[in-house]
């Protein structure tokens, strides 16, 4: 009872009477003695607080100092949870409870109903030692009502057993709400009722995805389970379609069709965001980086634009791409394939020899792009020498190394003033003509990818430092500092390799000449990921910090409009600064703050989502080698056991310290190494082992290996 008196209380913004109190909790008259007793106590205890009128009798109301806090539920597997509270700055529970540094501990005795991800009301319980508890005392608001999940089907009732592991309980569904789904099918259902303590939720099956076997459905699985918005509305359809197939006249573009454009992309791409051209000049070079103009077609306030917005991006599966805008927009009329005339806003940008920046300007043109290249045709151009390819594109042979050389000279500048080059390879996984994984592989990166990337990187920072400069509100790309302890954590696990680490850790060169230490080794693919741990993730903030990852004062997304918003805003953004100082205008900068807290999450949903597409076909191509032997190379070490990078396939795996059956080793936390107890055997990150596939759960997601 007592949470109920503290959940009403907290919501009402007046001191409430104990009839009022009666009432609202549904409470007999012969209840009303113990609610007395109980609202003396609390106010005894300083939790609520007692005010008399002459009118009303006595009023009561939560003491401003009372430890009850919103926040969202975070919950484990194993049933417990964690209180991620708002962080509010004057909430006397935040302020005064130093505990607080680590989110507050829910038991699952205190966890109520509520469910991953539910927003709540928690009451704070201060621990002598550890860390903070809390308690639910009220869900404001479900997370999710709409899961995905495994349909079991029984004679009269079914379970829908969830796909996200941190939902507890299983969903029952009566036959009549089962909507003609079989044993076994993929599923998302409703849930209509949540019910309290231990007893499963009730619902209804609301779609039918299929047999979870097959790739497609796990793709709509995936979706459904981080709630990509993947369908438009016939509004947003009518929009982009309602554009003719010829671009429409437009007063002051300029005309920059003469210009060899060229986009380089993948053999798979689609949508094409950027074109690129370089002419040598007397002083050095000027590059031209063309963006498709999204902001042509998606206006603010439309419903390409506001659907665009709820997107955040472009999410990118094996077998499917979930778009940012619809094909028509994306796949066509945004996108800069070859000779067709499209709307552009280019970055005009001129270098020194040195790379260093002479001067730049940005203009809305119409560009044709000459030629559609790929990654593997340029590199076969340019570092293979292939003649006929060199043939086949000799209209720009010239124009290509001349990219090369100017991407050379950035690259140099770049990482000379301490932007980081981690090496992070890629999963990539190929799938065969019968839908099924034929492998996992390392996606090649080649010179043409560093090229594309350098010109990127220069138009990004040239619209970010013009952008600060002209004191224009807008979404930057932030990265800030890494946590100085896990930087020591890091420098601590580098000497049990036997790195000889320079001194003074934790700038960005530091971190660039660790990386150099290890470059073209066995251990670079272990301390680039390890060290990428040590960093905070990138986000979108309004507010400037730089880039430490780059080691860049300014930074932003440009020149990806067709995936991500926040590129689009950048571009309006921009634009309104070419036409105040024509006009004398204002930009208008509304919400960027929300808006970029918004779209960090989308981003982070959509790259969660990319990487559980990937570990989900990793788990099936590794089910179909069970006993089969590989050499691995070990990437971690914990009191769990090792965990193992595969050499042939680009898939990760673990040993549990159990399965070591030669000895009985322990696991020594300083120096991240398992040693055995009578053969002081010793395991460590870096060493090359060879293993045999024991076991794969597909549910969990887990490939069990064995030393062979």
């Known amino acids: 009872m007592e949470q109920e008196v503290l959940a009403f209380l907290y919501q009402k913004k007046t001191p409430q009477s104990v009839s009022d109190i009666l009432g609202a909790l549904s409470l007999s008259r012969s209840e009303r003695k113990i609610l007395s007793n109980l609202i003396a106590e609390m106010c005894r205890q300083n939790i609520i607080s007692c005010s008399r009128t002459k009118k009303a009798g006595s009023l009561y109301t939560v003491v401003e100092k009372a430890p009850l806090v919103e926040g969202v539920v975070e919950v484990h597997p194993k049933g417990f949870g964690f209180a991620i509270l708002e962080d509010k700055p004057g909430s006397p529970a935040l302020k005064t409870d130093k505990s607080l540094r680590q989110d507050p501990f829910i038991a699952p005795v205190n966890m109520g109903s509520a469910h991953q991800g539910d927003r709540a009301l928690f009451r704070l319980i201060p621990q002598k030692r550890g860390r903070t508890e809390a308690v639910v005392i009220k869900v404001i608001k479900r997370a999710a009502s709409v899961l995905v999940g495994t349909y079991e089907a029984g004679r009269q009732t079914g379970l829908v057993i969830p796909e996200d592991e941190r939902f507890l309980f299983n969903v029952l569904v009566r036959r009549k709400d089962s909507c003609g789904a079989r044993n076994g099918d993929a599923v998302v259902v409703e849930v209509t009722d949540f019910k309290t303590g231990k007893r499963n939720p009730e619902g209804r099956i609301i779609e039918v995805l299929g047999d979870p076997h097959d790739i497609n459905v796990q793709t709509e699985i995936v979706i459904r389970k981080y709630k990509l918005p993947h369908k438009f509305s016939d509004k947003a359809l009518w929009e982009a379609d309602k554009y003719p197939d010829t671009m429409p006249e437009e007063k002051g573009r300029h005309d920059l069709r003469s210009i060899l454009h060229v986009t380089i992309d993948g053999e798979t791409a689609r949508d094409f965001d ?7 000049t007397a002083k050095g ?11 042509f077609y998606v206006k603010p306030g439309s419903a390409l634009d506001r659907e665009a917005y709820e997107r955040g991006t472009s999410v990118y599966f094996p077998t499917r791409v979930v778009p940012m805008l619809p094909e028509r927009l994306s796949n066509n009329l945004c996108s800069l394939v070859p000779n067709e005339p499209r709307p552009a806003f280019t970055a005009v940008i001129e270098f020194d020899w040195k790379g260093k920046i002479l001067a730049s300007k940005f203009i809305k043109s119409i560009i044709k792009s000459y030629h559609r290249l790929t990654y593997t045709i340029v590199k076969h151009i ?4 292939d003649n006929a390819l060199s043939v086949k594109y000799n209209d720009i042979l010239f124009q290509l190394h001349e990219m090369a050389h100017l991407a050379a000279v950035l690259e140099k500048k770049r990482l000379s003033r301490g932007s980081i080059g981690f090496s992070i390879p890629e999963a990539q996984v190929l799938i065969d003509p019968e839908d099924q994984v034929s492998d996992v592989i390392r996606a090649e990166r080649n010179m043409a990818h560093k090229l594309i990337e350098e010109f990127m990187l220069a138009a990004n920072e040239a619209v970010a430092a013009t952008l600060a400069t002209e004191a224009v509100p807008t979404l930057f790309r932030i990265h800030e500092s890494p946590d100085n302890v896990k930087v020591m954590e890091f420098t601590t696990f580098a000497r049990t390799l036997g790195l000889r680490l320079p001194a003074e850790g934790g700038s960005p060169k530091w971190f660039g000449k660790v990386l150099s230490l290890v470059a073209g080794s066995p251990k670079e693919y272990i301390v680039n990921n390890i060290l990428l741990r040590t960093m905070q993730r990138a986000r979108y ?25 926040p590129d689009l805003i950048v571009h309006r953004t921009l634009f309104s600064l070419l036409t105040r100082k024509k006009s004398g205008g204002v930009s208008p900068a509304p919400g960027l703050q929300e808006a970029g807290d918004f779209l960090s999450g989308r ?27 590989f050499e691995g190379i070990i990437s971690g070490v914990t009191g769990f056991g090792l965990f193992i990078e595969l050499l042939d396939h680009f898939v990760s795996g673990a040993i549990e310290i159990a399965k070591l059956k030669d000895d009985y080793y322990q696991f020594d936390e300083k120096n991240y190494r398992l040693i055995g107890a009578h053969t002081h055997k010793v395991f460590q990150v870096g060493d090359l082992i060879r293993i045999k596939v024991a076991s794969v759960n597909i549910q969990q997601r887990q490939i069990n290996f064995v030393i062979d």
């Open 603 to 629: 981003e982070r949903a959509a790259v969660d989502a990319e990487r559980e597409m990937i570990e989900r076909l990793q788990v099936r191509f590794m089910a179909e080698k069970i006993g089969e032997i």
């Open 541 to 565: 903030s309004p507010e400037n910090v730089g880039h430490f990852g780059l080691a860049a004062p300014y930074y932003t997304h440009f020149t990806s409009p067709i995936r991500r918003y």
């Open 274 to 280: 950027d074109a690129v051209a370089v002419e040598k």
């Open 285 to 295: 070079w000027r590059l031209y980086v063309s963006i498709a103009d999204v902001s």
């Open 382 to 385: 340019l570092v293979d020498k």
